[in-house]
């Protein structure tokens, strides 16, 4: 049964200026001129980088499959256009880093022809499976951000006997807007893509559920899900971050996920609505994943929009279309402003995981000036997770971070609400990622240690065995030796 | 387009909130209640205030600039103006200068420097001042000037008042010296109890309306129960401060004193004399609220309000003294860090000991 009506306590959260009718109130740009090079990165996804089967110098179609998935949890990458491919090697990443990692290189041919890949006219007449196998076929992972291969999620609904799917139409992040506009551009298509789910999935209902800043949104979803009495179309408060998946299980179902299990085990699984749009074209139209829609905003931002580009599309390039104002622009930052990443420069490429690009003026960022905490728990009070930020962040400051993983430092999801309140300025959610970065690498490090240790210990026994070895060997000898001398006397004397 | 920003991690955005813009919300908000104050007790009040106001930011900047840094960028984060000016509203308004400068030096170098600064100490500076102060000068901290407003003829001119506050409890200047002085209503009944008389007897005079607007002899900002109130409301509107510590402190006096107050009226004061009088307002609202010594979580700050009512109504009613409330929130300010230890959020997905949540049966 699904718990409507015993609406739980939302914990914690903020709300934040939401600044989303920068780009909300407008249609999705869908005349994005055609970039002369596209960067795709082999790994736009959580789990094993795909593999290229292509060489340089192939041409290729629009939607031709350009590296393959490996192993359980990974997804295949397609050519967003048609094109020769120019390079298969390392460029910067769309991360804080920059650092570079392996991209194909496509020179674009201008034509975007498709490949010829047919839809499927009554997809309820596949298999549950066959849903799950053309998802992942077409590259398909979790558009809100996460990034997580929608076909392993699909069986593992169906292996875990989901009674609700949930439709994540929260977009509680301020500034963006795509799901937004995609919810009421195209309510159909995820209508029907949230059908594919149910069926892959074997499940039985479907929970959309959006936060009540989008009224719209919600008129339009559920003007397109009335023929479906399995779909229900559900508002929720608007409270950064509502569109946690935990939050969000928590308030549509009333359950809580265990720590350490995943939402299936509980019987709930969450799909974007991009996620379910992506879906739909890949099943009615034999469409793989491409493009997506981007929202570029900012106060820097010229022209802020809600637009349509192809995978693999420089930032620079979506800027200049957007007229974002380079002095102006104090942070650029991919994703929304509360968990997004900052990037160091425009020359990385849009990927699955881009749902926002974000030109901030210094005006719109939070004071960097930092001050010491003054303990007045804002933090603990905004945490939907229950943590005590300001401790962690204490013992963290002293290097005591087994400590802060005591109090739960590894329960810290990064939604960024208690370095949005904090009266200090205290990048708290930073510390919090490089605390979990630093455990990690010091696990490893004692686990290289110990392994360096045993490969000592054993070569030392080796060596010890050879010489030991040696040691006989040359007794061995000498006996020998005194043996012939002996007997030589011996000889000589009865001579 | 290169840009070199830090942090890399978000939130990128914030609220309107800065550890400057708290304490001046809660200045603004001690401000009625202050020059209500301020006026009352007239020009040796101000003088006081200003005295240690004032030296509190010195000895602030001078801690500061023994640990080698910057003294301007630190002091205007406004938190030793607020110390000083706490001390100063819990102060006897006609006490000496030296009160405030001696106050003022407890509150900033052992109340809060010694610690490690902001947001480091244990107890509130301010209370510790106090407290400290009423033990080592018991007179000069427990005399109290009337009623005696700014620009009346029969209180102190200036020149008078100057030799109040600068020649130390000498009021020769004045004509009738003992007529400027009295006991505050908790000490009168304290005093009265001791001789054994009833509350019906001492209270004859006891004007509640008077005492709820603040016209009545005690500390230089604490009498006015409205004033103190509105302010604290205000905070409570604003998110400066929670609800749970001022409704827990204040709801736990109300009970005790009712209980006790219907099984014997005559020996036990009502709770609404309670509440209307001495530091309670301010202890409640402004004090006990302190953030860096009150625990983090909203349960930890029921405990905390309730267990600062509970030792006001005790020293009240049973203790020495006729006030009990900055010992009180001493005491519970050393009781904070076990506070916290012991109530802390529940973890998503974690039970309260820390362990997962077991998957459930559905």
Known sequence: MLGFFSKPRIRGGVHAEEHKMLTASQAIVNNFPLPKKLYIPLQQHVGKPAEPLIRVGDEVLKGQLLAYSQGMISAPVHAPSSGIILDVNDYPAPHPSALPIRMIVLETDGKDEWINAPGIDDPFRLS??????????????????????????????????????????????????????????????????????LHGMEADHAVVAIEDNKPQAYLAMQAAAKPYPQIKVIQIPTRYPMGWDRQLIRYVTGREVPVGCRSSEVGVTIHNVGTAYATHKAIRQGRPLVSRVITVSGGAVGRPMNVEVPLGTLISELFDFCQVNAEQTARIVMGGPMMGDSLPHTGVPTVKATSGILALTAAELKSTDEQPCIRCASCVSVCPAGLRPLDMANNIRVNQLDAAVDIGLKDCISCGCCSYICPSNIPLVQYFKYASGEVAARQQAQHKSEQTKRLMDARNARLERIAQQQREEEQARIAAKLERERLKAEQEATV | ???????????????????????????????????????????????????????????????????????????????????????????????????????????????????????????????????????????????????????????????ESWHITFSGLDFSGLDKPDAYTGATTLGYIKTEFSQNHVLTDILNDYSSVLN?????????????????????????????????????????????????HLLDSEHYVSPFLHLNSGAMMCVAFFIATDYVTSPNTATGQLVFGAGCGLLIFVIRTWGAYPEGAGFAVLLMNSATPLIDHYIRPRIYGRDRKGKPLEIPKL
Not at chain 1, 137 to 160: C, D, H, Q, S, Y
Request: with cysteine.
């Open chain 2, 1 to 159: 387009m290169m840009i070199h920003s830090k942090p890399s991690s978000g939130a990128h955005v914030g609220a309107n909130k800065s550890v400057s813009r708290i304490m001046w919300e809660v200045m603004l908000a001690l401000s009625p209640a202050t020059v209500f104050g301020l006026w009352c007790f007239g020009w040796p009040a101000l003088f006081l205030f200003i005295i240690t106001v004032a030296s509190a930011v010195l000895f602030e900047a001078f801690c500061i600039r023994l640990k080698g840094r910057a003294a301007k960028p630190v002091l205007m984060d406004g938190s030793a103006v607020l110390t000083g000016w706490l001390l100063a509203m819990t102060l006897p308004p006609w006490a000496p200068w030296w009160i405030g400068v001696v106050g003022s030096g407890l509150a900033i170098i052992l109340g809060k420097q010694v610690y490690g600064g902001l947001g480091q100490n244990l107890f509130n500076p301010a209370m510790l001042a106090r407290v400290a102060l009423l033990i080592s000068f018991p007179i000069e901290m427990t005399t109290w000037a009337n009623v005696s407003p700014l620009f009346f003829s029969a209180s102190p001119g200036f020149a």
């Open chain 1, 128 to 197: 549950p499976e066959d849903i799950s196998l053309r998802v992942g076929a077409a590259g398909i992972v979790g558009l809100g951000g996460a990034t997580f291969p929608t076909a392993v999620k699909l069986n593992m609904g169906r292996e875990n006997r989901i009674d609700t799917l949930i439709i994540n139409g929260a977009e509680c992040e301020p500034y963006l807007s795509c799901d937004d506009r995609q919810m009421q551009e195209r309510s159909e298509q995820i209508i029907d893509g949230v059908r594919l789910m």
């Open chain 2, 212 to 260: 709820f607007i603040g016209w009545t002899r005690g500390s230089l900002g604490e009498t006015s129960t409205l004033l103190l109130a509105l302010g604290g409301v205000w905070l409570i509107r604003q998110k400066i401060i929670q609800w749970q510590i001022p409704v827990a402190l204040l709801l736990t006096v109300t009970i005790l004193a009712s209980v006790f």
